[in-house]
């Protein structure tokens, strides 16, 4: 009898501890004022879920600034905002547009830039019509420098200058800027005056614009004779090089393609004054895109 005591002891401490175990389970599965997870039997989706996606399924990727975005790789060579104007107008001004107007603006570009998807219509409009719309292009633009000048070499302002004069030839034969393009007071006068271009512009939009021309003349001599990134890059140290010299006239070194292009460039001057400005650059391109050598039909070159 005197055993009773203890065996009885025990018996009551076993069933405390299970009664503790499971408690302890009941706190763990159902915390208080928390829902309980599925379990396998409440026919709920079994996939692991974070953060609102399904682990296993890739997410979509999203631009963070689809209009800073569209407008980095489209609009940027030919226009800026408050910085004056380029080949387009400064774009400053049309923060003030009604929203159908500026629409109807951005989709009329579309001759120049391509094709433009409603959302991309509403993106550029968007960003057009915030107030940091340049700061939030800036901050795309050298997003995108820095990724690039990761991948290359460092601009190097002697081998940009040589691009431009033709003295080193575009590696896809192109033809030399210096044929229509002057800089610091070297080169033709076609074009526009090149040597403060990178004040005006910066140096993230110059290298877009060199590499992906929108210029309506430009466009069919470079469509297939692209200026490589790293080219870009070259030349873009060339017209940073320039800065404080002044634009003044003069005759260029240029040599090989660059000569030939000059040469080119100066037949459609000289029909320019038969034709209209459309003329002349109908005759421009039609002789660059035949690596701007002059058509001879008789034995004088009449």
Request: aromatic share 4%; net charge neutral; hydrophobic share 35%.
């Amino acid at each position: 009898m005197h055993l009773f005591p203890q065996i009885l002891g025990l018996t009551l401490s076993m069933m405390l501890s299970a009664a503790v175990s499971e408690a302890q389970a009941v706190e763990v599965a159902a915390p208080p004022g928390q829902p309980e997870l599925p379990g396998p039997s409440d026919g709920s989706d079994q996939s692991d879920h974070v953060s609102g996606q399904v682990v296993g399924q890739p997410e979509t990727a999203a631009l963070p600034d689809p209009g800073s975005e569209a407008y980095a790789t489209k609009c940027v060579g030919c226009h800026t905002i408050g910085g004056g104007k380029l080949t387009g107008p400064d774009l400053k001004p049309v923060a003030s547009y009604a929203r159908q107007n500026l629409e109807d603006a951005i989709r009329k570009m579309e001759k120049n830039v391509g094709p433009l998807s409603p959302e991309e219509v509403g993106h550029l409009t968007d960003l057009l019509l915030s107030k940091d719309a340049r700061d939030r292009i800036e901050a795309v633009q050298q997003r995108r420098l820095k990724e690039e000048l990761a991948k290359l070499e460092p601009g190097n302002a002697l081998k940009g200058g040589a691009l431009f004069t033709g003295r080193t030839p575009f590696a896809n034969g192109g033809l030399a800027c210096a044929a229509c393009h002057s800089a610091a007071g070297l080169g033709g006068s076609l074009g526009l005056d090149l040597t403060n271009h990178y004040q005006q512009m910066g140096e993230a939009p110059l290298l877009s614009a060199i590499e992906q021309t929108a210029y309506p003349t430009m466009k069919p001599i470079y469509e297939k004779q692209a200026v490589t990134k790293q080219e870009a890059i070259h030349l873009v140290a060339y017209f940073k090089s320039l800065q404080g010299q002044p634009a003044a006239p003069g005759a260029p070194p240029v040599t090989a393609a660059g000569m030939i292009g000059a040469a080119a460039v100066l037949a459609g001057i000289g029909l320019g004054h038969r034709r209209r400005l459309g003329g002349t650059r109908e005759e421009m391109v039609r002789r660059a895109m035949s690596n701007g050598k002059p058509k001879h039909t008789g034995e004088n070159g009449q």
